[in-house]
């Protein structure tokens, strides 16, 4: 059974850190896509980072390159993101998930990935 398990999300103040962690199993986690996608309350779900296992190329959105930072532990099978200089338009329910294939689309579309995880929500006040 694939299990995908984010957690880390809290509250803090804009300028802020925080690290999200996703723990897999289930899949070969050597050769995936791993993804974090966020969704804001009325907003689309918006893809935030991705990194391809088999060799740690990663792709990230725009709005948060030079902010946040995603990598893989590959002996405990976990993805973080570390999240710097956070911003109140940070404020989201963040996702991770995981395509065991090729990314039809695009690292970016949410449709490519075959499995999630719950969510973890993370608020940045101003």
């Known amino acids: 059974e694939v299990q995908l398990q984010a957690s880390g999300g809290g509250m803090v103040h804009t300028g802020g850190s925080l690290r999200l962690s996703c723990a897999a199993s289930g899949f070969q986690f050597d050769y995936a896509f791993i993804g974090w996608f966020r969704q804001a309350p009325g907003k689309e779900r918006e893809g935030v980072s991705c990194?391809?296992?088999?060799?740690?190329?990663?792709y990230g959105a725009d709005s948060v390159k030079g902010r946040f930072t995603i990598s893989s532990d590959y002996a405990n099978h976990r993805v973080y993101l570390q999240m710097n200089s956070l911003k109140p338009e940070d404020t989201a329910v963040y996702y991770c998930?995981?395509?065991?294939?090729?990314?039809?689309?695009?690292?970016?579309?949410?449709?490519?990935?075959?499995?999630w995880g719950q969510g973890t929500l993370v608020t940045v006040s101003s």
């Open positions: 998930a995981a395509a065991v294939k090729d990314l039809r689309g695009g690292w970016r579309a949410w449709r490519a990935y075959d499995y």
């Open positions: 990194i391809r296992t088999s060799d740690g190329y990663t």
